[in-house]
Protein backbone atom coordinates (compact mmCIF):
# COMPACT_ATOMS: atom_id res chain seq x y z
CA UNK A 1 0.00 0.00 0.00
CA UNK A 2 1.55 3.82 -1.00
CA UNK A 3 0.37 6.84 0.43
CA UNK A 4 1.46 10.14 -1.16
CA UNK A 5 1.68 12.67 2.26
CA UNK A 6 0.61 16.43 1.06
CA UNK A 7 2.06 18.86 2.84
CA UNK A 8 0.29 21.83 5.03
CA UNK A 9 -0.19 24.95 2.24
CA UNK A 10 2.06 27.29 4.98
CA UNK A 11 4.85 25.10 4.92
CA UNK A 12 5.42 25.38 0.99
CA UNK A 13 5.81 29.04 1.01
CA UNK A 14 8.72 29.10 3.88
CA UNK A 15 12.30 29.74 2.22
CA UNK A 16 13.83 26.48 1.53
CA UNK A 17 15.65 26.04 4.88
CA UNK A 18 12.85 26.48 7.00
CA UNK A 19 10.78 24.47 4.67
CA UNK A 20 13.59 21.66 4.52
CA UNK A 21 13.50 21.76 8.58
CA UNK A 22 9.85 21.40 8.40
CA UNK A 23 9.48 18.76 6.03
CA UNK A 24 12.63 16.71 7.68
CA UNK A 25 10.78 17.12 11.06
CA UNK A 26 7.45 15.90 9.51
CA UNK A 27 9.18 12.79 7.85
CA UNK A 28 11.07 11.71 11.65
CA UNK A 29 7.81 11.99 13.60
CA UNK A 30 5.51 9.45 10.27
CA UNK A 31 8.20 7.45 10.60
CA UNK A 32 8.29 7.21 14.46
CA UNK A 33 4.45 6.54 14.79
CA UNK A 34 4.29 4.23 12.22
CA UNK A 35 6.81 1.85 12.97
CA UNK A 36 4.69 1.01 15.86
CA UNK A 37 2.37 -0.24 13.30
CA UNK A 38 4.88 -2.00 10.56
CA UNK A 39 8.41 -1.47 11.74
CA UNK A 40 9.70 -1.93 8.23
CA UNK A 41 7.30 0.91 7.03
CA UNK A 42 9.42 3.13 4.56
CA UNK A 43 9.23 6.82 4.67
CA UNK A 44 10.53 8.84 1.64
CA UNK A 45 11.06 12.64 1.65
CA UNK A 46 10.20 14.17 -1.56
CA UNK A 47 10.47 18.09 -2.58
CA UNK A 48 6.51 18.28 -2.16
CA UNK A 49 5.38 15.60 -0.68
CA UNK A 50 6.50 12.27 1.23
CA UNK A 51 5.47 8.76 -0.25
CA UNK A 52 4.89 6.21 3.28
CA UNK A 53 4.81 2.76 1.69
CA UNK A 54 4.14 -0.29 3.51
CA UNK A 55 3.25 -4.08 2.87
CA UNK A 56 1.08 -4.69 5.59
CA UNK A 57 -2.48 -6.05 4.60
CA UNK A 58 -4.44 -6.05 7.61
CA UNK A 59 -7.21 -3.96 6.85
CA UNK A 60 -7.44 -3.00 10.77
CA UNK A 61 -3.83 -1.83 10.48
CA UNK A 62 -3.85 -0.40 7.05
CA UNK A 63 -6.89 1.65 8.25
CA UNK A 64 -4.68 2.78 11.58
CA UNK A 65 -2.12 3.62 8.80
CA UNK A 66 -5.07 6.18 7.96
CA UNK A 67 -6.28 7.63 11.02
CA UNK A 68 -2.72 8.58 12.73
CA UNK A 69 -1.39 10.07 9.27
CA UNK A 70 -4.62 12.20 8.54
CA UNK A 71 -4.35 12.91 13.18
CA UNK A 72 -0.45 14.12 12.53
CA UNK A 73 0.44 17.40 12.20
CA UNK A 74 1.61 18.79 9.11
CA UNK A 75 0.04 16.79 7.09
CA UNK A 76 -2.93 18.29 4.81
CA UNK A 77 -4.27 15.69 2.64
CA UNK A 78 -3.30 12.19 2.11
CA UNK A 79 -3.76 9.83 -1.11
CA UNK A 80 -4.47 6.44 -1.31
CA UNK A 81 -2.66 5.34 -4.82
CA UNK A 82 -2.17 2.92 -6.76
CA UNK A 83 1.26 3.22 -8.67
CA UNK A 84 1.74 2.39 -12.36
CA UNK A 85 5.20 3.04 -14.48
CA UNK A 86 5.00 5.56 -17.23
CA UNK A 87 4.89 4.42 -20.82
CA UNK A 88 2.86 6.21 -23.14
CA UNK A 89 -0.35 8.06 -23.15
CA UNK A 90 -2.02 5.01 -23.97
CA UNK A 91 -0.44 2.99 -20.97
CA UNK A 92 -1.78 5.45 -18.83
CA UNK A 93 -5.65 5.13 -20.30
CA UNK A 94 -5.20 1.67 -19.89
CA UNK A 95 -4.71 1.57 -16.22
CA UNK A 96 -7.45 4.05 -15.72
CA UNK A 97 -9.86 2.06 -17.87
CA UNK A 98 -8.82 -1.18 -15.80
CA UNK A 99 -9.21 0.55 -12.49
CA UNK A 100 -12.17 2.70 -12.65
CA UNK A 101 -14.20 1.28 -15.22
CA UNK A 102 -16.61 -0.67 -13.03
CA UNK A 103 -17.05 2.54 -10.89
CA UNK A 104 -18.71 4.59 -13.47
CA UNK A 105 -21.87 2.10 -13.93
CA UNK A 106 -25.05 4.79 -14.98
CA UNK A 107 -22.27 7.37 -12.54
CA UNK A 108 -21.76 10.78 -14.04
CA UNK A 109 -17.78 11.33 -13.74
CA UNK A 110 -15.23 13.87 -14.34
CA UNK A 111 -11.09 13.40 -14.67
CA UNK A 112 -8.77 15.68 -12.43
CA UNK A 113 -4.53 15.00 -13.50
CA UNK A 114 -2.08 16.75 -12.28
CA UNK A 115 1.41 16.24 -13.73
CA UNK A 116 4.59 17.20 -13.35
CA UNK A 117 8.29 16.52 -15.20
CA UNK A 118 8.39 17.24 -18.63
CA UNK A 119 6.48 14.69 -21.20
CA UNK A 120 4.43 14.93 -24.16
CA UNK A 121 1.63 15.31 -23.42
CA UNK A 122 -0.36 17.82 -20.77
CA UNK A 123 -2.59 17.36 -18.28
CA UNK A 124 -5.46 18.47 -20.00
CA UNK A 125 -4.05 16.15 -22.83
CA UNK A 126 -4.83 13.24 -20.24
CA UNK A 127 -8.08 14.06 -18.49
CA UNK A 128 -9.69 15.06 -22.40
CA UNK A 129 -8.77 11.33 -23.80
CA UNK A 130 -9.63 9.39 -20.34
CA UNK A 131 -12.57 11.11 -20.24
CA UNK A 132 -13.15 9.99 -24.08
CA UNK A 133 -12.23 6.30 -23.49
CA UNK A 134 -14.20 6.07 -20.33
CA UNK A 135 -17.40 7.46 -22.36
CA UNK A 136 -16.91 4.79 -25.18
CA UNK A 137 -17.08 1.92 -22.75
CA UNK A 138 -20.62 3.02 -22.57
CA UNK A 139 -21.12 2.26 -18.84
CA UNK A 140 -20.64 5.63 -17.26
CA UNK A 141 -24.20 8.08 -17.44
CA UNK A 142 -22.14 10.85 -18.78
CA UNK A 143 -19.88 13.86 -18.03
CA UNK A 144 -20.16 16.36 -14.76
CA UNK A 145 -17.68 19.10 -14.41
CA UNK A 146 -19.34 20.51 -11.42
CA UNK A 147 -21.05 17.83 -9.72
CA UNK A 148 -19.60 14.50 -10.55
CA UNK A 149 -20.86 11.17 -8.53
CA UNK A 150 -17.68 9.81 -9.84
CA UNK A 151 -14.12 12.25 -9.33
CA UNK A 152 -11.21 10.11 -11.00
CA UNK A 153 -7.96 11.24 -9.75
CA UNK A 154 -4.54 11.23 -10.86
CA UNK A 155 -1.08 12.34 -10.57
CA UNK A 156 1.78 11.71 -12.97
CA UNK A 157 5.29 12.42 -11.21
CA UNK A 158 8.32 12.20 -14.14
CA UNK A 159 8.08 8.54 -14.67
CA UNK A 160 5.10 7.22 -12.69
CA UNK A 161 1.48 7.28 -12.81
CA UNK A 162 -0.56 7.33 -9.26
CA UNK A 163 -3.92 6.45 -9.50
CA UNK A 164 -5.71 8.10 -6.39
CA UNK A 165 -8.05 5.25 -4.59
CA UNK A 166 -9.02 7.76 -1.77
CA UNK A 167 -8.04 11.25 -0.34
CA UNK A 168 -8.23 11.61 2.99
CA UNK A 169 -8.16 15.02 5.04
CA UNK A 170 -5.41 15.84 7.40
CA UNK A 171 -5.63 18.23 10.13
CA UNK A 172 -2.80 20.96 8.74
CA UNK A 173 -1.04 22.85 10.47
CA UNK A 174 3.26 22.53 11.39
CA UNK A 175 4.72 19.29 11.90
CA UNK A 176 5.22 18.66 15.89
CA UNK A 177 8.53 19.65 17.37
CA UNK A 178 9.39 22.00 14.55
CA UNK A 179 8.92 25.17 17.02
CA UNK A 180 8.87 25.88 20.71
CA UNK A 181 7.61 24.11 23.63
CA UNK A 182 4.71 25.40 25.85
CA UNK A 183 2.72 24.62 28.73
CA UNK A 184 -0.59 23.78 28.85
CA UNK A 185 -2.78 24.49 32.08
CA UNK A 186 -5.39 21.49 31.60
CA UNK A 187 -8.61 21.12 33.79
CA UNK A 188 -9.50 18.51 31.06
CA UNK A 189 -13.01 20.34 30.04
CA UNK A 190 -14.06 21.87 27.00
CA UNK A 191 -11.68 24.96 26.36
CA UNK A 192 -8.35 23.23 27.91
CA UNK A 193 -7.95 20.55 25.91
CA UNK A 194 -9.53 22.56 22.95
CA UNK A 195 -6.63 24.85 23.34
CA UNK A 196 -4.04 22.19 23.84
CA UNK A 197 -5.33 20.71 20.94
CA UNK A 198 -4.81 24.21 18.68
CA UNK A 199 -0.94 24.32 20.15
CA UNK A 200 -0.43 20.98 18.95
CA UNK A 201 -1.68 21.09 15.61
CA UNK A 202 0.31 24.60 15.44
CA UNK A 203 3.52 22.43 15.90
CA UNK A 204 4.12 23.38 19.41
CA UNK A 205 5.46 20.98 21.60
CA UNK A 206 2.73 20.90 24.56
CA UNK A 207 3.16 19.35 28.09
CA UNK A 208 0.44 19.52 30.20
CA UNK A 209 -0.45 20.80 34.00
CA UNK A 210 -2.85 19.82 35.87
CA UNK A 211 -3.53 21.95 39.60
CA UNK A 212 -4.92 19.61 42.35
CA UNK A 213 -7.73 21.07 44.09
CA UNK A 214 -8.42 18.04 46.17
CA UNK A 215 -10.05 15.83 43.75
CA UNK A 216 -8.45 12.39 42.56
CA UNK A 217 -11.25 11.49 40.30
CA UNK A 218 -10.54 14.94 38.60
CA UNK A 219 -6.70 14.43 38.43
CA UNK A 220 -7.66 10.99 37.08
CA UNK A 221 -9.96 12.06 34.35
CA UNK A 222 -7.15 14.75 33.43
CA UNK A 223 -4.62 12.34 32.78
CA UNK A 224 -7.26 10.08 30.82
CA UNK A 225 -7.98 13.59 28.17
CA UNK A 226 -4.43 14.27 27.99
CA UNK A 227 -3.17 10.89 27.29
CA UNK A 228 -6.07 10.73 24.82
CA UNK A 229 -4.57 13.77 23.22
CA UNK A 230 -1.04 12.82 23.28
CA UNK A 231 -1.69 9.34 21.95
CA UNK A 232 -4.02 10.65 18.60
CA UNK A 233 -2.08 14.14 17.86
CA UNK A 234 1.19 14.22 19.48
CA UNK A 235 2.88 10.28 19.74
CA UNK A 236 5.33 11.02 17.21
CA UNK A 237 7.02 13.18 20.73
CA UNK A 238 7.34 12.58 24.56
CA UNK A 239 5.78 14.92 26.49
CA UNK A 240 5.43 15.82 30.31
CA UNK A 241 2.23 15.32 32.28
CA UNK A 242 2.71 17.38 35.85
CA UNK A 243 0.25 17.39 38.78
CA UNK A 244 0.41 20.27 41.06
CA UNK A 245 -1.13 19.12 44.83
CA UNK A 246 -2.73 22.58 45.31
CA UNK A 247 -5.07 22.61 48.13
CA UNK A 248 -3.80 24.08 51.03
CA UNK A 249 -2.99 27.00 48.13
CA UNK A 250 -6.61 26.99 47.82
CA UNK A 251 -7.55 26.71 51.36
CA UNK A 252 -5.16 29.59 52.12
CA UNK A 253 -7.00 31.67 49.53
CA UNK A 254 -10.26 30.31 51.28
CA UNK A 255 -9.13 31.53 54.65
CA UNK A 256 -7.21 34.75 54.08
CA UNK A 257 -8.63 36.65 50.67
CA UNK A 258 -11.86 38.40 50.25
CA UNK A 259 -14.99 36.53 48.55
CA UNK A 260 -15.24 38.43 45.41
CA UNK A 261 -11.00 38.65 45.01
CA UNK A 262 -10.96 34.80 45.02
CA UNK A 263 -11.61 33.76 41.53
CA UNK A 264 -8.82 36.30 40.16
CA UNK A 265 -6.01 35.54 42.98
CA UNK A 266 -6.22 31.83 42.71
CA UNK A 267 -5.94 32.40 38.62
CA UNK A 268 -2.90 34.68 39.72
CA UNK A 269 -1.33 31.81 41.92
CA UNK A 270 -1.88 29.11 39.09
CA UNK A 271 -0.13 31.49 36.79
CA UNK A 272 2.79 31.88 39.49
CA UNK A 273 3.23 27.76 39.83
CA UNK A 274 3.42 27.49 36.25
CA UNK A 275 5.76 30.17 35.48
CA UNK A 276 8.29 28.63 37.83
CA UNK A 277 7.25 25.10 36.36
CA UNK A 278 8.10 25.93 32.79
CA UNK A 279 11.34 28.04 33.82
CA UNK A 280 12.62 24.40 35.46
CA UNK A 281 11.75 22.92 32.53
CA UNK A 282 13.27 25.33 29.96
CA UNK A 283 9.39 26.14 28.36
CA UNK A 284 8.67 28.89 26.40
CA UNK A 285 5.18 30.01 27.21
CA UNK A 286 2.19 28.98 28.71
CA UNK A 287 -1.52 28.41 27.00
CA UNK A 288 -4.78 28.18 28.92
CA UNK A 289 -8.41 27.73 27.63
CA UNK A 290 -9.77 31.17 28.29
CA UNK A 291 -11.83 33.26 26.34
CA UNK A 292 -13.27 36.45 26.86
CA UNK A 293 -15.94 36.81 29.66
CA UNK A 294 -17.16 33.39 29.43
CA UNK A 295 -16.91 33.40 32.79
CA UNK A 296 -16.23 36.65 35.64
CA UNK A 297 -12.54 36.00 35.51
CA UNK A 298 -11.88 35.78 32.25
CA UNK A 299 -13.27 40.24 31.07
CA UNK A 300 -10.49 41.81 29.67
CA UNK A 301 -9.96 43.77 33.20
CA UNK A 302 -9.72 40.69 34.85
CA UNK A 303 -7.23 39.14 32.56
CA UNK A 304 -4.94 42.28 32.42
CA UNK A 305 -4.50 41.61 36.37
CA UNK A 306 -3.79 38.07 36.12
CA UNK A 307 -1.23 38.09 33.98
CA UNK A 308 0.76 40.99 35.75
CA UNK A 309 1.15 37.90 37.90
CA UNK A 310 3.99 36.43 35.45
CA UNK A 311 6.39 38.32 32.93
CA UNK A 312 6.07 34.98 30.62
CA UNK A 313 4.21 34.61 27.64
CA UNK A 314 0.50 33.39 28.52
CA UNK A 315 -1.33 32.33 25.25
CA UNK A 316 -5.14 32.17 24.72
CA UNK A 317 -5.88 30.28 21.23
CA UNK A 318 -9.81 30.45 22.29
CA UNK A 319 -9.68 34.45 23.63
CA UNK A 320 -12.93 35.18 20.88
CA UNK A 321 -14.44 31.35 20.41
CA UNK A 322 -17.98 31.47 21.48
CA UNK A 323 -18.59 28.55 23.76
CA UNK A 324 -20.73 26.65 21.30
CA UNK A 325 -17.60 26.60 18.71
CA UNK A 326 -15.35 25.42 21.50
CA UNK A 327 -17.67 22.66 21.83
CA UNK A 328 -18.22 21.46 18.39
CA UNK A 329 -14.16 21.45 18.03
CA UNK A 330 -13.82 19.38 21.34
CA UNK A 331 -16.80 16.68 19.14
CA UNK A 332 -14.37 16.83 16.33
CA UNK A 333 -11.25 15.87 18.50
CA UNK A 334 -12.64 13.66 20.44
CA UNK A 335 -12.77 15.29 23.70
CA UNK A 336 -16.40 16.25 23.97
CA UNK A 337 -17.30 13.00 25.54
CA UNK A 338 -14.26 13.41 28.40
CA UNK A 339 -15.04 16.79 29.08
CA UNK A 340 -18.83 16.24 29.70
CA UNK A 341 -18.37 14.13 32.24
CA UNK A 342 -15.24 15.86 33.67
CA UNK A 343 -15.37 14.89 37.71
CA UNK A 344 -15.55 18.29 38.93
CA UNK A 345 -14.00 20.08 41.95
CA UNK A 346 -15.20 23.34 43.08
CA UNK A 347 -13.35 25.08 45.40
CA UNK A 348 -13.55 28.38 45.08
CA UNK A 349 -17.54 29.42 44.49
CA UNK A 350 -17.41 33.50 45.00
CA UNK A 351 -21.27 34.47 45.79
CA UNK A 352 -20.37 38.64 43.87
CA UNK A 353 -17.42 37.50 41.90
CA UNK A 354 -15.61 40.68 40.71
CA UNK A 355 -15.48 41.32 36.73
CA UNK A 356 -13.41 44.31 37.46
CA UNK A 357 -10.53 43.78 39.62
CA UNK A 358 -7.87 46.45 40.56
CA UNK A 359 -4.33 45.33 40.42
CA UNK A 360 -3.79 47.43 44.00
CA UNK A 361 -6.88 46.05 45.61
CA UNK A 362 -5.56 42.07 44.15
CA UNK A 363 -1.97 43.04 45.49
CA UNK A 364 -3.11 44.29 49.29
CA UNK A 365 -5.29 41.32 49.38
CA UNK A 366 -1.70 39.40 48.99
CA UNK A 367 -0.39 40.15 51.06
CA UNK A 368 -1.86 38.33 53.69
CA UNK A 369 -1.33 35.41 51.56
CA UNK A 370 1.76 32.88 52.48
CA UNK A 371 3.71 32.29 49.58
CA UNK A 372 5.52 29.69 51.16
CA UNK A 373 2.78 27.50 50.44
CA UNK A 374 2.99 28.52 47.06
CA UNK A 375 6.58 27.75 46.56
CA UNK A 376 6.11 24.51 48.47
CA UNK A 377 3.16 23.10 46.23
CA UNK A 378 5.86 23.51 42.97
CA UNK A 379 8.67 21.70 44.57
CA UNK A 380 5.91 18.60 45.46
CA UNK A 381 4.49 18.74 41.58
CA UNK A 382 5.05 15.27 40.29
CA UNK A 383 5.69 14.70 36.57
CA UNK A 384 5.70 11.79 34.39
CA UNK A 385 5.85 11.58 30.44
CA UNK A 386 2.56 11.11 29.23
CA UNK A 387 3.68 7.26 28.04
CA UNK A 388 4.46 6.02 31.06
CA UNK A 389 0.92 7.81 32.95
CA UNK A 390 -0.03 4.08 33.81
CA UNK A 391 3.50 2.83 34.85
CA UNK A 392 3.32 6.03 37.48
CA UNK A 393 0.12 5.41 38.91
CA UNK A 394 1.10 1.70 39.27
CA UNK A 395 3.99 2.75 41.87
CA UNK A 396 0.85 3.27 44.60
CA UNK A 397 -1.50 0.82 44.11
CA UNK A 398 -0.86 -2.20 41.77
CA UNK A 399 -3.77 -2.81 39.12
CA UNK A 400 -3.83 -6.76 38.06
CA UNK A 401 -4.37 -7.73 34.77
CA UNK A 402 -5.82 -11.00 33.64
CA UNK A 403 -5.85 -12.04 30.25
CA UNK A 404 -8.74 -15.12 30.77
CA UNK A 405 -12.18 -14.36 32.42
CA UNK A 406 -13.07 -17.92 34.74
CA UNK A 407 -16.19 -18.56 35.70
CA UNK A 408 -18.43 -16.13 37.86
CA UNK A 409 -16.40 -12.82 36.61
CA UNK A 410 -18.10 -10.35 34.85
CA UNK A 411 -16.75 -7.85 32.23
CA UNK A 412 -17.62 -4.19 32.34
CA UNK A 413 -16.94 -2.73 28.64
CA UNK A 414 -16.18 0.75 29.34
CA UNK A 415 -15.55 2.27 25.83
CA UNK A 416 -17.34 4.47 24.20
CA UNK A 417 -21.01 3.41 22.82
CA UNK A 418 -20.18 4.24 19.49
CA UNK A 419 -17.10 2.16 19.65
CA UNK A 420 -19.08 -0.90 21.64
CA UNK A 421 -21.75 -0.37 18.74
CA UNK A 422 -19.10 -0.66 15.89
CA UNK A 423 -17.11 -3.57 17.72
CA UNK A 424 -18.98 -5.43 20.28
CA UNK A 425 -17.34 -7.58 23.16
CA UNK A 426 -17.90 -10.93 22.86
CA UNK A 427 -16.59 -13.56 24.95
CA UNK A 428 -18.07 -17.36 24.88
CA UNK A 429 -20.16 -18.06 28.13
CA UNK A 430 -19.06 -15.03 30.24
CA UNK A 431 -21.44 -11.89 31.49
CA UNK A 432 -20.65 -8.53 29.92
CA UNK A 433 -21.59 -5.36 31.02
CA UNK A 434 -21.40 -2.00 29.52
CA UNK A 435 -21.24 0.88 31.33
CA UNK A 436 -19.09 3.77 29.57
CA UNK A 437 -16.18 4.96 31.37
CA UNK A 438 -17.53 8.60 32.13
CA UNK A 439 -20.23 6.17 34.18
CA UNK A 440 -18.08 3.68 35.72
CA UNK A 441 -17.33 5.90 38.61
CA UNK A 442 -20.96 6.37 39.36
CA UNK A 443 -22.26 2.88 38.76
CA UNK A 444 -19.61 1.01 40.14
CA UNK A 445 -21.16 1.17 43.85
CA UNK A 446 -24.57 -0.12 42.47
CA UNK A 447 -23.24 -3.58 41.32
CA UNK A 448 -23.42 -6.63 43.17
CA UNK A 449 -19.59 -6.50 45.83
CA UNK A 450 -19.87 -9.87 45.81
CA UNK A 451 -18.84 -10.59 42.32
CA UNK A 452 -15.57 -9.70 40.64
CA UNK A 453 -15.34 -7.28 37.70
CA UNK A 454 -12.87 -7.36 34.88
CA UNK A 455 -13.00 -3.40 33.40
CA UNK A 456 -11.74 -3.60 30.06
CA UNK A 457 -10.87 -0.87 27.22
CA UNK A 458 -9.45 -1.28 23.68
CA UNK A 459 -5.50 0.09 24.57
CA UNK A 460 -6.32 -0.75 28.24
CA UNK A 461 -5.54 2.92 29.19
CA UNK A 462 -8.90 4.06 30.23
CA UNK A 463 -9.58 0.18 32.23
CA UNK A 464 -6.22 0.88 34.31
CA UNK A 465 -6.66 4.59 35.21
CA UNK A 466 -10.44 3.54 36.48
CA UNK A 467 -9.81 0.40 38.21
CA UNK A 468 -6.51 2.39 39.66
CA UNK A 469 -9.35 4.94 41.09
CA UNK A 470 -12.02 2.53 42.15
CA UNK A 471 -9.29 0.49 44.49
CA UNK A 472 -8.20 3.80 45.86
CA UNK A 473 -11.97 3.95 46.96
CA UNK A 474 -11.59 0.65 48.92
CA UNK A 475 -13.40 -1.48 46.21
CA UNK A 476 -11.12 -4.76 46.15
CA UNK A 477 -13.12 -6.49 43.58
CA UNK A 478 -12.23 -4.97 40.28
CA UNK A 479 -9.24 -5.91 37.72
CA UNK A 480 -8.20 -5.75 33.83
CA UNK A 481 -9.24 -7.34 31.40
CA UNK A 482 -6.63 -7.46 28.80
CA UNK A 483 -7.18 -10.74 26.37
Known amino acids: MKFIVKYFAEITIKSTPVRKQFVGQLARNIRTILKK ?29 IEKLTCTPGISSLLQVIEYPLGDIEAVLDFCKEHFAKQLINKTFCVRCKRSGKHPFTSVDIERQLGKLLMQTGLPKGVSLTHPAIEIKLEIRNQSVYLVEQTYKGIGGYPLASLDQVLVLMSGGYDSTVAAYQMIRRGLLSHFCFFNLGGRAHELGVMEVAHFLWEKYASSQRVM ?58 TLTNLTVIDQATDMLVLRPLITNHKEDIIATAEQIGTAEYAKHMPEYCGVISVNPTTRAKLDRVTKEEQSFDFALLEEAVRQAKWVTIDQIMDEIDKDIKVEQVTKVIAGQIVLDIRHPDQVEIQ ?43 AHHLLSEGHTNVRVYRP
Open 424 to 466: PLSIEAVEIKTIPFYAINQQFSKLDENRQYLLYCDKGVMSRLH
Open 241 to 298: FISVPFERVLGEILTKIDNSQMGVILKRMMLRASTLLANRFELNALVTGESISQVSSQ
Open 37 to 65: LDPQVEVITKWDNIEVNTCIDNPKIQAQF
